[in-house]
C-alpha cells in the first residue's frame, strides 16, 4: 500500500530549528522527485522546496532560501527539510509529496505532485 508519513514537527521558539522527515513506502521513492509544501490558516498551499530524484536538483521558495535544506536518502526512501532560523510566519501544515520533477526555475505546483501525506504542525511561537 502507497504510503507517504511525515514526522518532525512541533512547537519551536523564533530562531529555532526542526528537521521533517517523509518517508514513503509502497513504492520505489528513488523514481520520483519529491515537494515539500506548507499550507496556514486561511492561505493556499504553497510550494517550499523540492528535489530532483537523483537529489542533482534543489529549488526554494525565496522566503525559505538560505533557511532552509532539502535532502534524500533514496536507500531508505526518505526525503528531509531541515528548517533553521525559523521565524512565526513559518507556522503551517507542512506537507510532502511525490510525483514530479523538480524545476530548475520554479517548484512546480501542488497539481503537479501524485502522492501526499498527511502533513506535520510546524509552529513557531514564543
Known amino acids: 500500500q502507497l504510503q507517504i508519513v511525515e514526522s518532525g514537527g512541533g512547537l519551536v521558539q523564533p530562531g529555532g530549528s526542526l528537521r521533517l522527515s517523509c518517508v514513503v513506502s509502497g513504492f520505489t521513492l528513488h523514481y520520483y522527485g519529491v515537494g515539500w509544501f506548507r499550507q496556514a490558516p486561511g492561505k493556499e498551499r504553497e510550494g517550499v522546496s523540492c528535489i530532483s530524484n537523483s537529489g542533482g536538483t534543489t529549488n526554494y521558495a525565496d522566503s525559505v532560501k538560505g533557511r532552509f535544506t532539502i535532502s534524500r536518502d533514496n536507500a531508505e526512501n526518505t526525503v528531509y527539510l531541515q528548517m533553521n532560523s525559523l521565524k512565526p510566519e513559518d507556522t503551517a501544515v507542512y506537507y510532502c509529496?511525490?510525483?514530479?520533477?523538480?524545476?530548475?526555475?520554479?517548484?512546480?505546483?501542488?497539481?503537479?505532485?501524485?502522492?501526499w501525506g498527511q502533513g506535520t504542525q510546524v509552529t513557531v511561537s514564543s
Open positions: 509529496a511525490a510525483g514530479s520533477e523538480c524545476g530548475v526555475v520554479h517548484i512546480p505546483g501542488p497539481d503537479h505532485y501524485h502522492y
